[in-house]
């Protein structure tokens, strides 16, 4: 028995519509550890060179870690992944709830789905019990009703996560949704299941996980939540959540404004964490074992309607509020509830809808091509965007494929001002002010996501003017950061209330019976770092430093306004820390892993594969 | 101890049902619990939280009088004169007296007060004081 693990992998074959159980390997758990190690692994070997991500041949993983579940801070964290359509190469996503230790309490530590079914299932797992069962009834509705549907017909126990009809549309920015309102949600996962027609999992586990010392588990997670219980950031952090991030990005000039054409909201009070806890009066919600719960459930009225939603988090503000230039919460909110409901990514798509405005607004893009108006601030319009992409319908079955596709077909002027890098549109952080943050885009594994290193709280402490030094940091956190999604645990506590991560591998020694130090975590999250970039060279024809470029508009355009204004990154120091970077990774110039890297880090194999495309 | 509920505070972590099962049993299984979380979601939107008050229902039910309340005023089960009928868990107001399929005997709340201990919202506090209220915020 494996302890801290659950100990089997589910095979669920969509195309035979057979369910196969497999031990959990455990050379697997011992050098992979779990969670996002477990997905980076699989995907390598398992996805077929060259597969089409919306075909049978992509698969999609779903991977706990060994403190999912556990008596942790956060430990209800789970992993999914797959080969992305948004960007053609690797794709994961992390979310929260209680999917995860449920998971694990049936008996799974991870979820492996291949093929693709004629008809709409959904997968059944109730502890040994496990069936693809019929899903037609679910199909075509909301994220909201999918999940009340099934847990209707099964029982609230069990755990959901469904896709919802932008999923099934194959949108490629659709996410995964569960516990409403807690999703996977980006690199367009929710797509490649409405490829395979699996619209929902569900899940109820009663079992017992397997602890290597289960009196010293309790203990020290007695002393981790005894630690956090006196942490003076916890009443700081907690009543307004990640939203109570907006007035800093502000301050610092980096809040996404207008299609990122500024860092700066006027109105950001209006719509910042404060805003949010007077006018929405939300509960907190969170995730297993969380102490610091950032969910902020309420009913969002507005003009535009009324719903429940969970949020609006940070992001969600950022590339709703700011970058739409709307500057109501109750609209952000509404919002936001629709796009949960439609199953897209919140962040994704505020990208696409800013964008498109800014192209509208600059003349890109015409009213007879949208069939309607658009401008910054129209809720209404924003509403209207929304739904024609997740139909794809008119001007939303292009914006559907995201803002590179789109500025394609709209044109140079377009292309230098879409907002993404390698495909994946850019999260809450304008850059422009902030070198370390650009980096951490520019070389993120899966496109322009900001949590494998959220680098910006550097630039702040040493300069933001300064390059120098930044490439180490952002390694630095790119390894640390992906620990937390291996263990199956939140990052916020660390990040936001200063919790010191040696708690977590200290906790893991008594789960697993193995003694990892930190330092130890670290070397297996810099081998997926680089195995994962491996299968971008593998799958992305002509891969390498060409693909870590953000938009010209960061070399092109000064900030316009606010506390960066006049800023911009000039060309030459963009190449700098991408110099740096590489050289520091033990990079070639051209930002491929070299074979003797790999080797180092175990990953022979890996160098072997690509042997004619890597350098010696 | 007393348990007293805030229900409003509710964040639905379920770091209570992982403590009382921990230390109930020491191990990891939130569903060996003596404490119901329900979350009521979509609407209302939020949790209701159930636990022991020690009001003694189950033992006025109970046909074989194997539960018995303590100096402490804690009613515990007998395991050995219980004959699993399931009828206290029947009787339970609160629904918190719980059967699992690895045991015949209902989960009944101990009053060890870990669920207090660790409960970060202070959702679940302690009337009587003996064990301190954490801070809010
Ligand atoms: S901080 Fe938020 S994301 Fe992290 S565990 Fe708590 S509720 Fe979940
Ligand atoms: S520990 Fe407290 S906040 Fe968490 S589920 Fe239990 S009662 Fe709710």
């Known amino acids: 028995m494996l302890n801290g693990y659950a100990g089997t992998i589910l095979e669920v074959d969509l195309t035979r519509g057979a369910v196969r159980k497999e031990p959990l390997p455990e050379k697997l758990a011992r050098e992979w550890i779990g969670g996002r190690g477990f997905v980076a692994k699989t995907l390598w070997d398992r996805v077929p060179a060259g597969a089409d991500p919306l075909g049978p041949d992509n698969i999609v993983v779903v991977a706990a870690g060994p403190l999912t579940g556990a008596p942790s801070l956060g430990a209800g964290r789970v992993h999914f992944g797959a080969k992305s359509p948004a960007t053609g190469g690797y794709g994961d996503a992390n979310m929260g709830g209680h999917f995860g230790p449920e998971l694990k309490q049936a008996g799974y530590d991870m979820i492996v789905v291949t093929g693709r079914s004629d008809e709409p299932k959904y997968l059944f797992i109730d502890d040994d019990r496990v069936e693809l069962r019929d899903a037609s009834h679910l199909w075509g509705l909301g994220t909201m009703k999918a999940e009340e549907t099934l847990k209707k017909e099964l029982g609230e126990e069990f755990q959901v996560a469904t896709i919802g009809p932008a999923g099934e549309k194959l949108v490629n920015y659709a996410c995964v949704s569960h516990d409403f309102g807690r999703q996977a949600g980006r690199t367009g996962i929710g797509a490649v299941l409405g490829s395979k027609k699996l619209k929902a999992f569900a899940v109820r586990g009663t079992k017992t996980i397997p602890l290597a010392d289960p009196a010293a588990v309790w203990a020290k997670g007695q002393e981790m939540y005894r630690a956090v219980f006196d942490n003076p950031g916890m009443a700081q952090w907690t009543p307004e959540g990640t939203a109570g991030v907006v007035n800093w990005a502000n301050e610092v000039g980096a809040f996404p404004t207008r299609n990122f054409s500024s860092s700066y909201f006027t109105e950001h009070e209006e719509i910042n964490g404060h805003a949010l806890i007077e006018k929405l009066k939300p509960i907190s919600k969170g995730c297993q074992g969380c102490p610091t719960p950032c969910g902020k459930y309420s009913t969002a009225k507005s003009r535009l309607g009324e719903a429940p939603v969970e949020g609006p988090e940070y992001e969600t503000v950022a590339l709703l509020g700011g970058n739409l230039g709307l500057d109501h919460i109750e609209e952000v909110a509404y919002l936001n509830h629709v796009i949960d409901d439609l199953g897209l990514d919140t962040i994704s798509t505020g990208a696409v809808v800013g964008f498109a405005m800014e192209c509208y607004q600059k003349g890109l893009l015409s009213k007879e091509e949208v069939g309607r108006e658009l401008a910054f601030g129209d809720a209404e319009a924003a509403l209207w965007l929304i739904r024609k992409i997740a139909a794809r319908e008119g001007i939303g079955d292009l914006l559907a494929h995201g803002v590179k596709k789109a500025g394609e077909e709209f044109g140079p002027i377009a292309q230098a001002i879409a907002p993404h890098v390698k495909g994946l549109e850019l999260s809450g952080y304008e850059f422009r002010n902030a070198p370390a943050m650009m980096l951490a885009y520019a070389t993120c594994d899966i496109g322009a996501h900001h949590n494998r290193a959220w680098a910006i709280t550097y630039d702040v402490q040493v300069g933001q003017d300064k390059v120098e030094g930044k490439a180490q940091k952002v390694i630095e956190l790119q390894h640390v950061r992906p620990i937390f999604d291996h263990l199956g645990v939140c990052r916020l506590q660390w990040v936001e209330i200063g919790f010191d991560y040696n708690h977590y591998s200290a906790l893991l020694k008594p789960v697993v019976g193995r003694d990892y130090t930190w330092d130890d975590l670290m070397a297996v999250s810099e081998k997926v770092w680089n195995l994962n970039r491996c299968f971008n060279v593998r799958e992305i024809p002509g891969f390498g430093r060409s693909w870590d470029y953000p938009p010209a508009r960061t070399w092109q355009d000064p900030v316009p306004d606010g506390p960066a204004k006049g800023k911009f990154i000039p060309r030459e120091r963009v190449e700098t820390l991408l110099d740096d970077y590489y050289r520091l990774r033990g990079w070639s110039a051209d930002g491929l892993p070299t074979r003797r890297k790999l080797e180092a880090l175990g990953l022979g194999e890996v160098a072997a594969a690509l042997a004619d495309r890597l350098p010696g | ?137």
């Not at chain 2, 074989?64 to 309340?69: A, D, F, T």
């Open chain 2, 1 to 137: 101890m007393k348990i007293g509920l805030r229900e409003d505070r509710c964040s639905g972590c379920l770091v209570c049902q992982t403590a009382c099962s921990l230390s109930l049993f020491k191990e990891l299984n939130p569903k060996k619990s003596a404490i119901v979380i329900e979350p009521r979601f979509p609407t209302p939107g939020n949790y209701a939280v159930h636990a022991c008050d020690q009001c003694g229902e189950c033992a006025t039910a109970c046909p074989v009088g194997c539960i018995e309340k303590g100096d402490d005023g804690v009613y515990r089960i007998d395991a050995e004169s219980c004959t699993g009928c399931l009828v206290c868990v029947e009787a339970c107001p609160q629904k918190v007296m719980r059967v699992h399929s690895s045991r015949e005997v209902p989960i009944k709340c101990t009053l060890c007060g870990d669920c207090i201990r660790y409960c970060p919202r202070s959702a679940i506090y302690d009337v009587d004081g003996d064990i301190a209220e954490k801070r809010w915020y």
